[in-house]
């Protein structure tokens, strides 16, 4: 993989999928607020791992994974969110309910998928409620 750099003076190089999944986010994360969203919080972590996104849809936590790829060929975005890392999720987000002192009146799991090829138009598809 390739690396470029941030920008900063004195910053380390940024590997290209790391930045490729930044822009994947940033993407998401502007989706999801045209849909209505209301974005909470982003790279939420703790010791159990990491959110992408933390947003909430009307009465409705959504801890939200956004996979970002840059084509389709070793499968769709969504097949690497396994059930394991649906239930993960889930954890993540009853810790962050209980971490910052918020009952929603339910919480979610959706998927954003974002496809960024090299050339041509960048596809987002929003997948909600896979917990």
């Known amino acids: 993989m390739g690396a470029v750099r941030d920008g900063s003076a004195g910053a380390a190089p940024v590997r290209a999928k790391d930045a490729l999944g930044r822009y994947g986010e940033e993407l998401a994360a502007r ?43 070793h499968g769709s975005p969504f097949e690497a969110v396994t059930e394991r890392k649906l239930h993960r999720l889930e954890r993540l987000g009853l810790r962050w309910m209980r971490d910052r002192g918020v009952r929603p009146a339910s919480m979610r799991v959706d998927v954003v998928s974002v496809l960024r090829p090299r050339s041509g138009r960048t596809e987002i598809e929003h997948v909600r409620g896979l917990r």
């Open 31 to 73: 989706h999801l607020v045209a849909d209505g969203f209301v974005v909470l919080e982003r790279n939420w972590r703790c010791d159990l791992g990491e959110v992408d996104i933390v947003a909430r849809d009307a009465d409705v936590l959504v801890v939200c994974e956004v996979k970002t790829r840059r084509s389709a060929s």
